[in-house]
């Protein structure tokens, strides 16, 4: 049975080495990556060692800057994935060596005819350089054209075509052949996700930021009520559902809370001295009144009476169901492109009395939600220089505390993590 040809095509930086990377994440038959670009600078080669690093340990990378078809003749004989990347760059480096066109679609009629014949699915990238300005260089028209005409021919002989726009697959070409993936994925994992879908959850998670900046563009009220329903949506030790949601948008109101960050986080100053005192006072904790729409989650402690199924033993799990509340509300929140803060440095009391919160509700968390210019590309606090990620693999233990693995170990290829 021949293998899936795919062709993965876009634009500069729309997320197609990622996307093809992901097709091929489900299964456990060896990978290859083809790779055609030549490291002739510093700045490639740390782009190319970086990329060989993304990928781990279970891709096999063969560089073959020139004759892709051979390496296919040689290794696509068995059930597996191929990965090229990308056709761009070779059409380049053949033009480098003064071939002439017709040799260069000669290459490629025969790395074509070894992709049919493929027994393992094979993936290739290419770009998309037909949708810009026409080149003002003669030598550039003739590769865009050889290009353009390169990727009609994939097109048309590939299996499945699909597009980048800014980091979302569209299918735009489909085939009903069906890869050895996929019928293990149907057999053996119904439950899973997609590779699209998986990725739309993964960047929500690594995407998310705790934000203090603010725009003052008003939320959509539906896109809210989207977000809400989702935290509404958390997991809750037996189902208790403790959480309510305060919706704040009375700039009267957001002034009170924003007199009860200024007096707490002045306390909270006095807890460090020196150049870190210096820094605690320089960093923006809080949009409090520049956020179009505060939420402050609360707990109902006693919520289903005093006798929660699954609350015996560990009476704080109601205060635990309602930080997943939280947590579904922020990635949500990412989803649908909207900023959210959690403000922490304030005084449980006076926003209890400034909200008029009964007694026994807890207040959980005080979020600032709106739209902002732009997203933080790392944490924050990160960036000021606060702390850094504790490494995940330094965190893990096995069967006991600070026990080392035996025979089971968990490994981190991080394939849905963004450059």
């Known amino acids: 049975m021949s293998g899936k040809t795919i062709l993965v095509t876009g634009g500069s930086r729309s997320g197609k080495s990622r996307h093809a ?38 891709w096999v990378t063969i560089e073959e800057p020139l004759d892709p078809a051979k390496v296919l003749n040689e290794k696509a004989t068995k059930p597996g994935f191929i990965l090229l990347d990308c056709i761009t760059l070779w059409l380049s480096n053949m033009i480098m060596k003064d071939m002439t066109r017709q040799d260069i679609l000669e290459r490629v009629h025969d790395f074509i005819e070894e992709c049919k014949n493929s027994t393992s699915d094979i993936i290739v990238i290419t770009n998309e350089l037909g949708s810009g300005i026409v080149p003002l260089e003669p030598s550039a028209r003739s590769f865009r054209d050889i290009a353009g005409e ?73 896109k809210l009520g989207r977000v809400l329903d989702a935290a509404h949506n958390a997991g809750s030790v037996g189902y208790m559902q403790p959480w309510n949601f305060l919706v704040i948008t009375d700039p009267t ?22 150049d870190q005192k210096n820094l605690y006072n320089s960093l923006k904790l809080e949009g409090i009144q520049d956020a179009p729409v505060n939420i402050c989650v609360t707990c109902d402690r006693t919520r289903f009476g005093p006798n929660v199924l699954g609350r015996n033993t560990v009476f704080e799990t109601d205060l635990f169901s309602t930080c997943c509340a939280v947590q579904n509300l922020w ?15 304030l005084s449980n009391e006076q926003l209890k009395e400034d909200l008029d919160i009964p007694d026994h509700i807890q207040p959980v968390a005080y979020l600032c939600v709106g739209h902002t210019e732009s997203f933080y590309s790392k944490p924050m606090l990160e960036t000021a220089g606060w702390g850094q990620r504790l490494p995940v693999e330094k965190l893990i233990y096995y069967n006991k505390w600070q026990g080392t693995s035996t025979d089971f170990k968990v490994e981190f290829t991080a394939p849905y993590k963004n450059d």
């Open 150 to 222: 390169t990727n009609q021919l994939l097109a048309s002989e590939f299996d499945e075509v699909v597009s980048m726009v800014s980091g979302i697959p569209v299918t735009i070409k489909t085939s009903s052949k069906t890869n050895d993936a996929e019928q293990i994925q149907d057999n053996n994992q119904k439950h899973e996700f997609s590779p699209e879908r998986k990725q739309g959850l993964y960047e929500a998670i690594y995407k998310r930021r705790d934000m203090r900046h603010f725009i003052s563009k008003p939320i959509d009220p539906e």
């Open 253 to 274: 109101v957001k002034n009170k809370i924003a007199l009860n960050f200024k007096n707490a986080n002045e306390e909270a100053a006095q807890k460090f001295s020196g």
């Open 331 to 345: 990635l949500a929140a990412r989803a649908e492109g909207l900023a959210v803060g959690w403000v922490s440095i």
């Open 21 to 58: 990377l992901h097709l091929a994440a489900n299964t456990k038959n060896p990978k290859i990556f083809i790779a055609t670009a030549e490291p002739l600078d510093e700045e490639m080669a740390e782009r190319i060692q970086k990329h060989q690093d993304e990928r781990g340990k279970e």
